[in-house]
């Protein structure tokens, strides 16, 4: 019986062990935001990430410019989440846990980054489509920065969040479809913040092979919410703000997007990309703050 015992503790210790490493790959892929394609398991697609990290060394106007956001995308945020518990369907789905206080960006613990993806991968190249009518709908991913404290420590199987995202001073972007009466967007919000479905889950699967068990087990991620529609600019620049009011956490994303990488090379004036830096980024988008 002893020896029972310790076999199945090593068994839920390699496991446990197994979900910590996926999920820090994981996360090492997703950063704290990205770009993808939601199809549903293992058929989520993502863009090609070529920044994703802190936004530091902001300068006075740009430090000016960021509290503004924050406090308009707070507001916003306390809008919708007012309107949503005024419907129980959705409140009891997309508030739970979320405290009955009033949010204002002061009570908010803040984190800024600014994300660059190339998605040529991702949108539609077909030659039937002409340039001035090409747009392509993506998600925007933040389950490696809101389902983090749930599932870094190994000890849960999945996390269901709500954050509230929002797009904020869009060039090369374009608004979402108004939804459908009583159900909620799933798009981001414009100029405003729209909740979204952002979990991650646990998944087992070994599949055999000539006689081997091979372990396919890993996290997925979902769902289809979270939608921008990318215009047919070849370069596109936005601020994407998140709220956690759960855990009373924000995220403030310079989000960068490129359809051809050279053009956003050359937009910049670099001799490569791997010299793109954030300052580059900050230089690109100062007149527009």
Not at 66 to 90: F, V
Not at 180 to 195: H, P, T
Not at 196 to 205: E, G, M, R, T
């Amino acid at each position: 019986i002893l020896s029972l015992l310790v076999s199945c503790c090593l068994c839920f210790v390699e496991d446990r062990q197994t979900m910590e490493e996926a999920w820090q790959s994981q996360k090492r892929i997703l950063g704290s935001l990205c770009v993808g394609k939601y199809g549903g398991g293992d058929s989520q697609q993502l863009a090609t990430t070529l920044i994703n990290g802190p936004l530091e060394e902001l300068g006075a106007d740009l430090a000016d410019h960021l509290l503004s956001l924050k406090q308009k995308a707070t507001s916003e945020a306390m809008k919708t989440i007012t309107q949503l518990r005024e419907d129980r369907r959705w409140a009891d789905i997309a508030l739970v846990d979320v405290p009955s206080r009033v949010l204002d960006a002061e009570s908010i613990e803040w984190q800024h980054i600014a994300s660059v993806s190339d998605v040529s991968r991702l949108v539609d190249s077909s030659s039937g489509v002409s340039d001035e009518d090409r747009q392509d709908v993506l998600n925007l991913m933040v389950q490696g920065w809101v389902c983090d404290p749930d599932c870094s420590s190994g000890e849960r199987l999945g996390s269901s969040n709500w954050p509230l995202l929002g797009v904020f001073g869009a060039k090369g972007l374009l608004p979402g479809p108004a939804p459908e009466k009583g159900q909620l967007d799933a798009f981001c919000g414009w100029e405003s913040m729209n909740a979204s479905d952002q979990h991650a889950h646990w998944v087992d699967d070994i599949m055999e092979l000539d006689g081997f068990e091979v372990n396919l087990s890993d996290w997925h991620f979902g769902s289809d919410m979270a939608r921008i529609t990318l215009g047919p600019e070849l370069v596109s620049t936005s601020w994407v703000v998140a709220v956690d009011p759960k855990r009373l956490r924000g995220l403030v994303a310079l989000l960068v997007l490129t359809r051809e990488p050279i053009v956003l090379q050359s937009l910049l004036g670099l001799p490569d990309l791997a010299s793109l830096s954030v300052s580059h980024l900050i230089s690109l988008l100062e007149p527009s703050c």
